[in-house]
């Protein structure tokens, strides 16, 4: 028992420079992938973002939602399409995304939180006009998919004073009401460059950026920004890595000082990259 009550205190007090180095500091972090649909996961997810809570930091959460968009869409007998990751989105999907991302998930990460000892509210673009967009593509083959244009970021800052977390849908407007869908990872990014953010967290359902994506060994700890287009043309970032990287490099050129693309899948993930000196997954840095 005193052997066990000591370990925790070393842990501790191993933790005490990151809290005292994150104090009082915004991190955005982008929940999403299996630490959304396994239960247990999920709760482990929000006691880390309410720890964070409690000990002087100020955890912004930007969530995603594609499995239950896609469950939704097949009971309404509604086809998905992709296009390069990103999901066509006319006029039917639009409406069933804002329900599923603004409505359903939203709520339910409040909760979550709520119920972990935290106090949350939860936001999408279209509140305080939170998030402009407009379309990422003017040809229409992407329909109502869309890009930040531009962050408002008052309603986060109000939430943040008034003591709460705040939980952002990904969902934007433009200047005439037309709703768009916009990728998570473009979100988060957004949202921590324009908060001047100390730390962006994508948490992902891979180690990290793999030098070989077969073997979960060969993680790359460290990205320089300058070594991503090398790594692009040679394939080793490729895929559903891509755009998480590109995220990465708009955040840490922008202005927030670490970025980190961490394994969901490992629990209580988010603590070990914050609290730990070894930290877990890939982080992205200038240079």
């Known amino acids: 028992m005193i052997a066990s ?10 933790a005490l420079p990151y809290i005292k180095d994150f104090y009082g500091k915004k991190v955005v972090i ?16 929000m006691q880390d973002i309410v720890l964070m809570h409690y000990v002087g930091m100020h955890p912004i959460v930007v969530h995603g939602g594609g499995p239950e968009i896609n469950h939704l869409l097949n009971r309404l007998h509604i086809p998905s399409e992709f296009v390069d990751g990103l999901r066509v989105t006319d006029a039917d999907t639009m409406e069933v995304v804002e329900m599923v991302l603004g409505g359903k998930v939203n709520k339910e990460i409040v909760a979550g939180l709520n119920a972990s000892g935290g106090r949350a509210v939860g936001l999408s673009g279209k509140d305080g006009n939170l998030i402009e967009a407009g379309p990422m ?16 970021p008052q309603i986060i800052e109000t939430v943040i004073e008034n003591g709460y977390i705040p939980v952002i849908a990904p969902i934007g407007i433009d200047a005439q009401q037309q709703t768009y869908n916009i990728n998570a990872d473009l979100v988060a990014a957004a949202v921590a460059v324009h908060m001047q953010a100390d730390k962006l967290v994508l948490l992902t359902d891979v180690p990290g950026l793999l030098q070989d994506p077969a073997d979960s060994s ?16 040679e394939g080793v970032i490729a895929g559903g890595m891509t755009p998480k990287v590109r995220c990465c490099v708009e955040a840490v050129t922008g202005g927030v000082g670490r970025t980190h693309i961490i394994d969901g899948r490992v629990p209580h993930s988010i603590l070990l990259e914050v609290f730990t000196r070894e930290g877990i997954g890939t982080m992205v840095v200038n240079g």
């Open 5 to 14: 009550a000591m370990e925790k205190a070393e842990v501790l007090v191993e």
């Open 30 to 45: 982008k929940y999403g992938g299996a630490a959304m649909t396994d239960c247990n996961l999920k709760q482990k997810v």
């Open 137 to 152: 593509d003017y040809s229409g083959k992407m329909g109502f998919v869309g890009e930040v244009r531009r962050i408002n």
């Open 218 to 233: 060969s993680l790359i700890s460290i990205l320089k920004v300058s070594d991503v287009e090398r790594l692009v043309a």
